[in-house]
């Protein structure tokens, strides 16, 4: 097992990319720490964990709110000892308009997307600095990499977190505490299902626009969540890593092959 007896707090992780990375690292052997705001898919991934097997509390966290950061980092510590690895993957998107778009929808994007991240790590930094070691990592996206219409505060909070994560890296690597910071494309979650229920996401003409032709699954996030918090990649740090079929690569424009254009 890759992850024996490392203990991983994951923010955001009742449901979605969350859940998967709980379920990938529990499955490598990490004992983990299920946080989100909604109680009831928090406390329901953590017994579906538990009755599988593995080795999983749920602690209730706001990570905009200082006081639920700090209880969820003493409890735990409490619970498990240590704290091996964080994941701070709680986060949100607001879209519109620059020019309608409300102050509330741009405050509580940065609230949760940088100042969760901010509050988050500088609490688990305090006992990973104790044990002199540590692993991180930031969930961005790939709309923190590019330019994306009507998502203004989403785009700055995800490529603060990259920043964010570089700075990290060349601050906390003398206490062997890697950051390191994975930018998810397109990915088969509830909330992107959803979108293709409301007919704001056209799938075909997204998987049409990819290199590797489909939509990417959440268990596909977890195996590089697994691998950039394993012993496999110990020399990997202040790294972003998009998981994105090849969108960034391809710019999104699902180019035609030259061996498919016909010469005039």
């Not at 988050?120 to 219409?149: D, F």
């Not at 691998?227 to 699902?254: E, H, N």
Request: glycine content about 10%; charged content about 25%; some cysteine.
């Amino acid at each position: 097992m890759l992850l024996k007896d490392k203990v991983a707090i994951i923010t955001g992780s009742g449901q979605g990319l969350g859940m998967a990375m709980a379920w990938g690292m529990a499955q490598e052997g990490a004992k983990i720490i299920i946080s989100d705001i909604n109680s009831v898919s928090g406390k329901s991934t953590t017994e579906e964990l538990k009755k599988s097997g593995y080795s999983a509390e749920f602690v209730y966290c706001d990570v905009r709110q200082k006081k639920d950061v700090e209880f969820l980092v003493s409890e735990s510590v409490r619970i498990y000892n240590r704290i091996d690895v964080l994941i701070n993957n709680a986060g949100l998107a607001r879209i519109g308009p620059i020019d309608t778009i409300s102050e509330e929808d741009w405050d509580i994007c940065i609230g949760v997307d940088v100042k969760g991240v901010f509050l988050c790590t500088q609490e688990v930094v305090k006992e990973m600095k104790k044990q002199n070691s540590g692993c991180i990592i930031n969930i961005s996206s790939i709309h923190g990499l590019e330019g994306m219409p009507e998502r203004g505060p989403y785009t700055v909070a995800k490529s603060g977190i990259v920043m964010l994560t570089a700075t990290l890296a060349a601050e906390l690597g003398r206490w062997n505490i890697r950051v390191n910071c994975i930018a998810p494309g397109f990915t088969r979650t509830k909330g992107f299902d959803e979108q293709v229920v409301k007919g704001t996401v056209n799938v075909k003409d997204l998987e049409s626009r990819l290199p590797l032709g489909r939509i990417g699954q959440p268990e596909e996030i977890a195996d590089a969540a697994v691998f950039l918090v394993s012993d496999k990649s110990k020399y990997i740090t202040g790294v972003t890593i998009p998981v994105d079929g090849g969108w960034l690569a391809d710019g999104g424009r699902g180019m035609t092959r030259p061996s498919e254009t016909k010469l005039k």
